[in-house]
């Protein structure tokens, strides 16, 4: 090669090195949106494989007229502050076989027109409508759809847009290698059923015609069952399903409260406290009182009242907003009473609340809810007292007259059991005392007088 071509050939590479120096940190920036999106490092290799991400620059000079002309921005173009590159990133088909599945929930205030529509939009994607259950009061509805991938989000917006969007859950499903596993058994099924069919026609005895003729169904039925999952997989994969519950709007009104309980008063500041307490006589006790909107209606006019406490919503100091106020779903209000612990408590806290419609107007539908905590007091531990002492002397007085009265109670059933002792005793006595016979004492025969003595 001549000296002027080696010269030629230099200044070339030169000129690379330095445009990719100049470039590093376009190319560093373009391969970290490629590894954000899941392309990898790859995104500028010219022999990319089908199923990775794609990137397609484009520069125009401030001012010149000649070259490609800058494309309009789109939303989801990545805008570069270096020397106005716009990279336009697009994502091709990258080849796996994903499951999209979405759960939505909203709620209505006309349940049957809001059904109509909601079959309306995925009709006009052209999807499908694979099931549909109404119940009656509440009313509430819930449809199946069947919609392209493609299609997915799009159908998502429309059926959020009905009404009120309670609830949304979507995921997608990566099946990739479980089609692969069965397309594979379905080949290795498919092989095996031939070999069967060629052995059975050439089989000349009998008894391995019926055998053969066993393997080949059995074979034959296997095959069918994967060809069946296999379909079913591949439906999956071709239509995105989508399940719509659509509610009344303003049906389920509910309210709970909670009761807890502190030691000491700072007007509620501690609240809440504890589900209970074990405390010592005259303690100063604060009770926190929770009142949640746990239904889907707005609630008011609230009504708190406790027996045992003798308190009502007029004597509780507010904390945390206000018993007056309109209280939303998923809200809550706190609400504290400053007492005295005397005796051992069960509370009975009892709320009760009205619901609202959508415009503001009571329903004809009072919610109400009950709680307790058990606080238990015991007399603090010290040096008695003389009223103390008293008080011991005077209750241990009264329990030894009730076990004497106990116990009189036990014996009065027994009573003659001493006097049948007393009479056993008396009456062997008198025998023990009574004149008895000896042996040395002459026996008289009967009928000899003092007459015979004489003679």
């Known amino acids: 090669m001549s000296t002027w071509k080696q010269s030629g050939m230099m200044l070339i590479v030169l000129a690379i090195v330095a445009a990719a120096c100049a470039g590093s ?73 994903i499951i999209y599945t979405a759960e939505v929930t909203v709620a209505v205030t006309d349940v049957a027109a809001a059904t109509a529509k909601a079959t309306q939009a995925i009709q006009s994607l052209g999807g499908l409508v694979f099931g549909q259950q109404t119940t009656g009061t509440p009313p509430q509805t819930t449809l199946i759809f069947k919609v392209l991938p493609e299609d997915f989000q799009t159908a998502l917006d429309r059926l959020g847009s009905l009404g009120e969007l309670r609830n949304q859950s979507v995921t997608a499903d990566d099946v990739t290698e479980r089609v692969v596993d069965l397309q594979s058994r379905v080949a290795t099924a498919e092989a095996s059923v031939a070999r069967l069919r060629e052995l059975l026609l050439a089989a000349a005895d009998i008894d391995n015609i019926v055998a053969l003729e066993n393997q080949l169904l059995q074979r034959e039925t296997d095959l069918e069952t994967l060809r069946g ?39 509620g500041a501690a609240c809440p406290g504890t589900a209970g307490l074990f405390v010592d006589r005259d303690t100063e006790i604060t009770y926190c009182f929770e009142i949640f909107n746990v239904g889907d209606t707005d609630l008011t006019d609230f009504s708190l009242r406790d027996v045992i406490l003798d308190i009502e919503l007029d004597d509780l100091l507010p904390v945390l907003g206000s018993a007056e106020d309109t ?51 015991v007399d603090p531990v010290g040096i008695p007292s003389f009223t103390d002492g008293l008080e011991s002397s005077w209750r241990l007085l009264l329990d030894g007259g009730q076990w004497g009265i106990l116990l009189v109670g036990v014996l009065i059933p027994f009573l003659w059991v001493p006097l049948l002792l007393w009479w056993l005793w008396r009456r062997r006595r008198t025998i023990a005392t009574a004149p008895t016979q000896t042996d040395d004492q002459p026996v008289v025969p009967a009928g000899v007088g003092a007459d015979s003595s004489e003679g």
Not at 62 to 82: F, I, L, M, N, R
Not at 83 to 95: E, F, N, R, S
């Open 229 to 267: 999952q296999l379909r079913t997989i591949e439906g999956q994969v071709a239509f995105a399903t989508i399940y719509l519950t659509i509610t009344q709007a303003a049906s389920q009104p509910a309210v709970r409260v909670d009761v807890t309980a502190y030691p000491g008063h700072d007007e």
């Open 25 to 97: 940190d376009r190319t560093e920036a373009f391969e970290t949106i490629a590894t954000s999106l899941g392309g990898g490092s790859g995104g500028f290799d010219a022999n990319q494989p089908e199923g990775t991400l794609a990137y397609a620059t484009e520069t125009t000079v401030a001012g010149s007229t000649e070259g490609p002309t800058a494309p309009e921005k789109s939303p989801g173009d990545v805008d570069s502050t270096d020397g106005g590159l716009t990279p336009i990133v697009a994502q091709v088909d990258t080849g796996r076989d």
């Open 327 to 377: 209280l939303e779903p998923g809200q809550s209000i706190v609400l504290a009473a400053e007492l005295v612990a005397e005796r051992r408590i069960k509370t009975q806290t009892n709320v009760t609340a009205v619901a609202l419609d959508k415009d503001g107007n009571p329903l004809d539908r009072p919610v109400s809810n009950k709680n307790s905590i058990e606080i238990a007091v």
